[in-house]
């Protein structure tokens, strides 16, 4: 059964348990990200003469294979396996395989590096039969794996990797396919890190691409070069120095820097010893031409480099901290002389905290020199409150990212979070040419006022019912049937506090609504369900998936109270935890998958003898793994009566045990029955019954003594049938699977798995929005309900009724 993309990730990531405990993240993703790349280049083009990668006699991961357990594998691997390789094919030092003070010393250096390779021996990694469409699944599990390094990296070793999410961001916004440049373009990324952003370019063209990155580390260099090659991009040009002092790119006439289409870059931030190894007053590359970044400061440095770079109609997205945008002194002055050329098209604030190497928050600064001269103003866009706190880090949402770029790539104009700043506004006196974000954009949510006269005499204030006109728009009567004009300006709840809520979710206008939003949904599925009826071997799931999103986005577009983009974060959560792999599936073995299942199988781990325990499958239903249909899908679909039975039988013993918790509770009190026994169990309770019975006991305490007995025993009958019907059940699973019918697996995934999930998604979010109606009414009712005169009243009360109670108690007061 081919791997799913889910569980070559985890298989992936359980290889790194070999080296961790050994070393840090920012060390042991070099050892793993190698063996990966070996793996991938060895299945793929060994003994392939003419292809793009080669891999030399003698050193493919199968010859890695070949060394485990012996004494020099971790020498032999540097020479005879990566060193072959990193010349065959211009890379750089791969890691020490043969390094003692990471992988440890004699027995265990041999057997961690050779476990490690024997993880990635597995069947389930075999990539020889990878079709164009599937590369990319390995690719991103490379990004799945630097993401996890990075997190695990600290604070001072994740630059190394840029965020996906803010990744795509660049690739969306810089324009790849909206220009009229020829059919041949080109990319590059001057400190490009594990070559991120320069992919994410490469994969939003619609053209061909040459992608060319500097890297200063050269570690990091290599790790961008393998992700090239991962990623399906053998011909990408990754060097490894230092890109201000020593730039690698030249024009022909190795007189100037080359020039690019786009430029993608997210620099160091701030970095302080940027001019080591560069002449400033004279740069022979004349990067400086608009001003001379301070000495312990570089954001600026890269900021120029990547101007003097980009060709005269190129563009380019570069990652800053904010403090690029008001900065004063010769940064203000750089700043002001760049806005004058016109190079800047528009600037997106970042949530903070979302990178690895830094918490402070960024921007991103788009430039564009095709009709610089004829700009005449900045597009702005405050994104800093759109994410999600994931862990310790703040994380854009699918539906963040489709926003931002949407809105930046159309120049929509939105209160409070986007707008066009004209370059007079930007350059009078008041703001000279600062472009700190919140000079422009006030994104400061808008908080409740206290009305005063409300909290004196009562009442809701109209302010705020009026707050709600969205809601009454399109249910007006409801607002009748909710409040009464107290006085003027003021209302008074209607209803009962407790009828709040029924009033709003039986009302027949909101009633109409939610079957018009149902209906709406209703018409989307309908039309969706055709199109994944005709999905086959050979899709591209990722295009799939964009159609997909489209769609929905369009569908809700124009209800006034269900946000689209909550329904586009529901599909793009789905997608990453299920529709993805079924996708997959699909487009490599076709919808015949859905027959395929097999037996959960536990790795066994390295004991304290140092022995590793054997696999163990695990039995049961809970050990049956449908490559796209689970057994729970089975049994509710052909086998529920079946399954009620167990249902049955579960009922019987939760009722048993909460008699027998009854029993216990009576009985082992002091004086109580069992109170003299040691323990109360089975064993105990029977020769209990044995000794009361010879003692004559009464009547009454033999029953209750053998009703004990009687329980736990149809408790452990019930057990036992629960098992049988369960192996039964289990049986009739396993001889469905190859019996099912294509119409059938289609049925099963498409409306009992994808669309029943969708539409729960829908329910949850009706479920919000009338939740956030109802909520803010209950609120404001609370707010004013005890007017200032009643709680002084009810303040003396409680002041008096202590007072008097002091008193009783001997204090004077």
């Not at 695990?152 to 630059?159: A, I, R």
């Not at 862990?391 to 931002?404: A, H, M, W």
């Not at 009078?428 to 949510?445: A, C, G, H, T």
Request: glycine share 6%; proline share 3%; aromatic share 10%.
């Amino acid at each position: 059964m081919a791997i799913k993309k889910s569980e070559l990730y985890n298989s992936l990531w359980k290889s790194c348990d070999e080296l961790r405990g050994g070393m840090d993240a920012s060390q042991y993703k070099d050892y793993v990200l190698t063996l990966l790349f070996v793996k991938y280049i060895s299945d793929k083009y060994k003994g392939k003469k003419f292809s793009a990668i080669k891999v030399p006699e003698g050193a493919s991961f199968d010859d890695m294979v070949d060394l485990v357990g012996k004494s020099n594998i971790g020498d032999d691997i540097n020479k005879k396996i990566l060193y072959p390789i990193k010349e065959a094919n211009g890379l750089n030092d791969f890691p020490d395989f043969n390094d003692e003070g990471k992988l440890g010393k004699g027995k265990d250096l041999i057997d961690t590096v050779g476990n490690l390779i024997l993880i990635f021996n597995s069947p389930d990694l075999d990539f020889s039969g990878n079709k164009a469409n599937d590369d990319d699944l390995l690719g991103d599990a490379y990004e799945y794996l630097m993401r996890h390094f990075a997190t695990e990296s600290g604070k001072s070793k994740g630059q190394f990797y840029t965020p996906a999410e803010v990744s795509r961001i660049l690739a969306k916004i810089i324009g790849i396919n909206s220009s009229n440049s020829t059919a041949q373009t080109s990319a590059y990324d001057p400190t490009c890190g594990s070559g991120s952003l320069l992919l994410k370019v490469a994969e939003e063209a619609e053209k061909n691409i040459t992608l060319y990155g500097q890297e200063k580390e050269i570690a990091t260099a290599n790790l961008a070069r393998m992700n090239m090659i991962l990623h399906g991009n053998p011909s990408a040009e990754i060097a490894a120095d230092n890109t201000l002092s020593r730039p690698k790119w030249k024009n022909e006439e190795e007189t100037g820097l080359r020039t690019y289409d786009y430029i993608v870059a997210n620099p160091p931030f701030s970095l302080k010893n940027w001019s080591n190894g560069i002449s400033i007053s004279n740069d022979e590359y004349g990067r400086f031409e608009l001003g001379i970044p301070p000495d312990k400061n570089g954001d600026y440095a890269f900021l120029l480099h990547i101007i003097k770079s980009m060709r005269s109609n190129g563009k380019a997205a570069v990652v800053l901290p904010h403090g690029v945008l008001f900065r004063g002194n010769s940064e203000g002055e750089i700043r002001k002389n760049i806005i004058k050329k016109g190079y800047i098209k528009g600037i997106i604030g970042l949530p903070p905290n979302l990178f690895y190497g830094t918490g402070i928050p960024a921007c991103i600064i788009v430039l564009d020199k095709e009709d610089a001269d004829k700009r005449k103003g900045i597009f702005m866009l405050d994104a800093s409150k759109d994410f999600v706190k994931d862990g310790n880090k703040n994380r854009l949402q699918e539906k963040d990212i489709r926003k931002i770029t949407k809105i930046f790539n159309n120049f929509i104009e939105i209160p409070k979070y986007s707008r066009i700043i004209s370059l007079d506004e930007i350059a009078n006196d008041k703001n000279d040419y600062n472009l700190n974000i919140p000079r422009y954009i006030d994104s400061q949510e808008e908080g409740d006022i206290q009305d005063i006269e409300a909290h004196l005499f009562g009442g809701i204030p109209e302010r705020d019912v009026k707050s709600l006109e969205k809601y009454w728009n399109i249910f007006p009567d409801l607002k009748n049937s909710l409040f009464e004009v107290q006085r003027a300006g003021y209302y008074n709840l209607k209803v009962s506090n407790d009828e709040v809520k029924n009033t709003i979710f039986n009302h027949p206008q909101f009633l109409s609504y939610r079957n018009q939003l149902q209906k709406t949904f209703d018409n989307w599925i309908k039309d969706k369900k055709s199109y994944f009826e005709q999905l086959d071997k050979g899709i591209h799931p990722k295009k799939e998936i964009v159609d997909l999103g489209d769609s929905i986005l369009k569908t809700f577009k124009k209800d006034a109270l269900i946000d689209p983009y909550n329904m586009y974060q529901y599909l793009m959560l789905y997608w990453e935890e299920v529709m993805q792999d079924d996708f997959y599936t699909i487009a490599i073995d076709g919808w015949e998958a859905g027959i395929e299942w097999e037996r959960e199988i536990i790795k066994g781990k390295k004991g304290k003898d140092g022995k590793i325990a054997k696999d163990k499958a695990i039995d049961g239903l809970e050990g049956i793994i449908g490559r796209m249909i689970t057994p729970e899908l089975l049994i509710q679909e052909f086998f529920a009566k079946e399954w009620e039975a167990v249902i049955d039988f579960e009922e019987q013993i939760e009722n048993a045990k909460a008699e027998l918790e009854e029993i216990k509770e009576e009985t082992e009190v002091e004086n109580g029955i069992f109170s003299d026994l040691e323990k109360v169990n089975l064993t105990s309770v029977k020769g209990l019954l044995k000794q009361r019975k010879s003692e004559k006991a009464p009547k009454e305490e033999i029953d209750v003594i053998e009703n004990y007995i009687n329980l736990n025993e149809a408790i452990s009958s019930f057990t036992k049938l629960i098992k049988i019907q369960k192996e039964t059940i289990e049986k009739l699973v396993i001889e469905m699977y190859p019996k099912l019918s294509e119409n059938q697996i289609k049925d099963l995934v498409i409306n009992k798995k994808w669309i029943k999930h969708l539409e729960s998604c829908l329910h949850e979010e009706k479920e919000r929005m009338s939740q956030t109606l109802t909520g803010r009414i209950m609120e404001l009712v609370e707010r004013y309900k005890v007017t200032l005169p009643e709680a002084e009243t009810t303040l003396k009360e409680y002041e008096t009724r202590v007072k008097l109670h002091l008193q009783k108690m001997g204090w004077q007061w």
